[in-house]
């Protein structure tokens, strides 16, 4: 009897860790109100593009710790996590309100830094909706912010966009300047992605001027460093940016040569609208090599697969962001569970020796 009581002791106490409490669950339980808060602003980020639903779970208990914290540092770090989580995933008009009280919270608290960010993320979300008008205030604000504090790579990133902004309302000298403030800045801390972007960005801004040579070598040279990065969706894009200059040139073969490039590179990677934009490309080179039934055909390809790419970005943001319940806590830590099964096991502990006894007589 020894050895089945041994048994039934081992099952219990391995079902009754068979289920650990979830990690929300445990971080709920820290006492210490700044690392609850740190803990849940921390996996809440770290889940923002894995699991929207879950990081948006961990953001609302974040807020309410925070604000039961009394904390403004906290409030304001709650405020952020919510507002970056909106903008990801395309609420723009809820990102903002967040934006607002994050940048009124780091006033308050006088955090520079977190001013700096609030007026970038604001411009950011504000380009999105297509205020130009308030985009560019909050571009300055951050700009004049990032100058202070001088943290060049934010000011790089600031002035960068700074510059597409302007592009969008046709400023294309004033785009320059901005993409080659960035751009010596970028030469400055030997950043190679602040280079690239900045080099892409001019390549469009001499190619809207019509300058092809120009805008041809600023895109080798963004691919150059596209390439040292390993950065495959931008090499994708360089091949093809390489490609529509050529055929504004009139140059078939070095277009051709960039289409074929940038069609394999897009499909090993799995990059859907580099083959979509290869599609309308090819379409204009077959037209240019007098292929015109070809031409159409891919020019077809081209409108039906960019008309449903359109079609779901013009839909709902994916995520919702519901309300969920809040995590149930053992009022017993040390309380058994999956009681039904422990029974059975009792229940076979009786009857096993029983009918043993029975069979030996």
């Known amino acids: 009897m020894l050895k089945y009581f041994i048994a039934f002791i081992l099952c219990s106490v391995s079902l009754s860790a068979q289920y650990p409490d979830t990690l929300l669950t445990t971080i709920l339980r820290i006492e210490n109100d700044t690392e609850k808060v740190n803990q849940l602003y921390k996996h809440g980020f770290d889940l923002v593009d894995q699991d929207p639903q879950l990081s948006y779970t961990y953001a609302k208990h974040c ?11 906290h409030i304001a770090k709650s405020i952020n996590l919510l507002a970056q989580l909106f903008y990801t995933h395309g609420h723009y008009k809820r990102a903002v309100v967040y934006f607002e009280d994050y940048l009124k919270a780091s006033t308050a608290l006088r955090d520079t830094l977190g001013m700096a960010h609030g007026y970038m993320n604001l411009a950011s979300a504000y380009m999105l909706l297509e205020d130009l008008k308030k985009a560019e205030k909050f571009y300055l604000k951050a700009i004049n912010y990032y100058n202070i504090l001088n943290d060049r790579s934010q000011l790089a990133n600031a002035l960068s966009n700074l510059g597409v902004l302007k592009q969008k309302q046709k400023q294309l000298d004033a785009a320059k300047e901005n993409y080659l403030k960035a751009f010596e800045i970028g030469k400055e801390l030997s950043s190679y992605e602040i280079r ?13 001027k019509g300058n092809y040579e120009k805008a041809l070598a600023y895109n080798y040279d963004a ?26 040139q009139k140059k078939t073969a070095l277009a051709e040569e960039n289409l074929d490039l940038a069609l394999q590179l897009s499909k090993k990677i799995g990059y859907t609208q580099g083959t979509i934009n290869y599609y309308k490309l090819f379409s204009e080179l077959q037209s240019q090599k007098n292929n015109y039934q070809s031409s159409v ?35 017993a830590p040390g309380q058994i569970r ?19 006894i029975r069979y030996k007589r």
């Open 63 to 73: 807020e309410k710790a925070a604000q039961k914290s009394g904390s403004q540092k």
């Open 297 to 331: 055909e891919n020019l077809k390809l081209y409108m039906h697969l960019n008309d449903s790419i359109l079609l779901t970005e013009g839909a709902e943001p994916a995520f919702n962001f519901t309300e969920t319940e809040e995590p149930a806590f053992n009022s």
């Open 223 to 248: 691919l150059e460093l596209r390439e040292l990065m390993e950065a495959d969706v931008d090499v994708s894009d360089s091949y093809l940016s390489i490609a529509e200059i050529a055929l504004k």
């Open 338 to 356: 999956n009681l039904w099964l422990l029974i059975l096991l009792f229940l076979f502990l009786i009857i096993i020796p029983f009918v043993l």
């Open 196 to 208: 690239s972007i900045c080099l892409n960005n001019l390549a469009q801004i001499f190619s809207d």
